[in-house]
């Protein structure tokens, strides 16, 4: 399994690197907002500053820009952030230029995500083997299991093979 170097700083808030599996390949995430406020939020260099942070329930926290914001009251229809709460947003990665480099920034999908379902579980080895029996007889798809539940990379190459 591959590490991308920015999960070496284990930083207190989440990043477009957290969105990426082995191969660089993004997975969109759907979260539930769980508190928006101000925080102080340190750059790395010895400075900080008060910016907007939206707390979650599946993950860390993301300091949030204005376009992220605007995003979500974009997909909760409300400018207030105690309307935020207990809302589910898609968090993704884009290309931007900043600082006169392109940079991969996590961003808020500007549109209500398709499913509001709770995030996706992991597999045990011994159900992940049920499953793909069952794939097997015809009586379950690989689509409903990649729908359901969170793959390790062997189980992915696993299912791929059938």
Not at 87 to 93: A, C, D, F, R, S
Request: glycine share 6%.
């Amino acid at each position: 399994m591959k590490t991308h170097f920015k999960k070496l700083k284990d930083p207190n808030y989440i990043g477009s690197w957290d969105l990426m599996d082995e191969n660089g390949t993004v997975q969109n995430r759907i979260v539930t907002i769980k508190e928006v406020k101000q925080d102080v939020v340190f750059d790395g260099k010895g400075g900080s500053e008060q910016c907007p942070v939206v707390l979650f329930n599946e993950c860390k926290p993301m300091v949030a820009n204005s376009t992220n914001l605007k995003a979500i009251q974009k997909v909760t229809g409300s400018p207030f952030i105690e309307d935020w709460v207990g809302k589910q947003i898609e968090l993704t990665v884009v290309k931007v230029k900043a600082f006169g480099e392109i940079h991969d920034a996590i961003r808020v999908v500007p549109k209500a995500p398709q499913l509001q379902q709770k995030a996706k579980e992991s597999i045990s080895d011994e159900r992940f083997e049920d499953a793909l029996k069952s794939i097997k007889d015809g009586k379950f798809t690989k689509e409903k299991l990649q729908a359901k539940y969170i793959l390790t990379s062997t189980q992915k190459l696993k299912l791929n093979e059938i």
